[in-house]
DNA sequence: GAGTGGTCTAGACCACTTG
DNA sequence: AAGTGGTCTAGACCACTCT
């Protein structure tokens, strides 16, 4: 756990200023040092904010900050956690919560035979009063069952899911752009065909099961998504429908 | 160089499908004594394919195979190397390639202070003969002043720079949804007002300078972007506008 | 030439999963 | 209880950058 809290430490450091953007870094025996540490542990701490696109390096010269923000993991999943971190107000309003059989697509995202039932939920997301996007998410049984009417009526199914024991993992997400649909722009409150940030995410736990599979439209002009992305860590990828 | 090697091998044993989906991965003590490496080479291999979204793992259980399809960095960045990579052709019809004094936005992209020159390069790209994306890229001068109007006209600026000694290192890529304006819509043939999905990228070599700028905008419903992210790595980032 | 990051080894102990 | 991945150490050699 050493490497996660210099990790974290040194990120701190990016984070205040200490190292500036642009700046070089300590070296690695200077950080061994006063870390108390073997080098190796200070590369492993280096390993994740390079993956968090915090430090870029180059063989034979020092570490130089490249990026200074960074989200965690939570927050990409939860837009109630995402919201508060910017300084928003989260609401959602639930228009359906239902037990009922899978569809082709999410049978198979979620692992289970077509027709085996699974909960989807449908909701609308606020910031700030605005509604800015449509969530439908459909939840394997064992799962869903675990949610009542009132949870899905609450912000953060995600925290709640997580205080039962649901650990989350890992997650694809596949984004696109499209015209918004009439139940979309009715639930939204704009005109039919508004462009759309459309992300469809499929979230797995540790052992690879899969936990969720969302569909998540946004109003164009309220979000962006970003991705680092180098020649060593590669997590984004493009495909033709 | 080693930890490359068993990587790449590993990697082809899961796309020739003799590590199946969800199948258990051969341990690290036995992958050492295959290949002859020591166990903390063999985890640096595991590393690169845990990035890729390729394997996860759990303390004290085999890993598990979570995805195969992996996309190279080149073909990220690259529309022609994308494409063939997809088996479609690629091709571009170049609308204007220019150079002149930088907007405030692309001198904050590219380091460099307003109205210094830059070359702009607007460019509609076709896939398999039909109009797709609209690229406006802006270069640093010292870039663009390496290509002719011949190379705009050519496929790939990335190959041609890159043979030219342009190291392509790391890239942020910001994606949202957005109308067509009256000029992306004449260039690809479309109404205003549709949906496309727009990525703004910033790439970088080794020492972090900025070598690209680029906003590209899609027919929404023609690519799709997607992340793996999980709870180590996490390059995907969203923001309000 | 000194400093720095990149790679690799060998061994240790721990926490967790699995049979 | 055995196997497996997670973490950490100490030391080595190399390739590259910097001044």
């Not at 210099?6 to 953007?21: N, Q, Y």
């Not at 837009?79 to 971190?85: C, D």
């Amino acid at each position: 756990m050493l490497y996660r809290r210099i990790a974290a430490d040194l990120k701190r450091g990016v984070a205040t200023g200490e190292f500036g953007e642009r700046s070089r870094f300590p070296s690695e025996n200077e950080l061994a040092a006063r870390y108390g540490a073997s080098r190796g542990t200070i590369r492993r701490a280096f390993a994740m904010l390079r993956e968090e696109g915090v430090l870029a390096s180059r063989q034979g010269a020092r570490r130089v900050v490249v990026g200074s923000q960074v989200q965690d993991f939570t927050e990409l999943r939860s837009f109630s956690a995402w919201a508060r971190s910017t300084g928003s107000t989260p609401d959602a309003r639930l228009v359906g919560f239902e037990r009922r059989p899978a569809l082709a697509d999410e049978a198979a995202a979620l692992d289970v035979a077509k027709g085996d039932p699974v909960w989807l939920m449908t909701r609308v997301r606020l910031l700030d009063g605005r509604a800015v996007m449509v969530e439908r998410t459909a939840f394997p049984d064992g799962i869903g069952s675990l949610l009542t009417d009132d949870d899905a009526r609450a912000g953060s199914v995600t925290t709640i899911l997580e205080s039962r024991g649901i650990t989350f993992d890992r997650a694809e997400h596949a984004l696109s752009a499209m015209a918004a649909t009439a139940a979309d722009a009715r639930l939204l409150g704009v005109r039919p065909g508004r462009p759309l940030l459309r992300t469809v995410r499929r979230t797995t736990d540790p052992s690879g099961a899969a936990v969720e599979y969302s569909d998540d439209r946004y109003l164009g002009d309220v979000v962006s998504f970003s991705v680092v992305n180098s020649v060593s860590a590669n997590p984004l990828s493009r495909r033709t429908h």
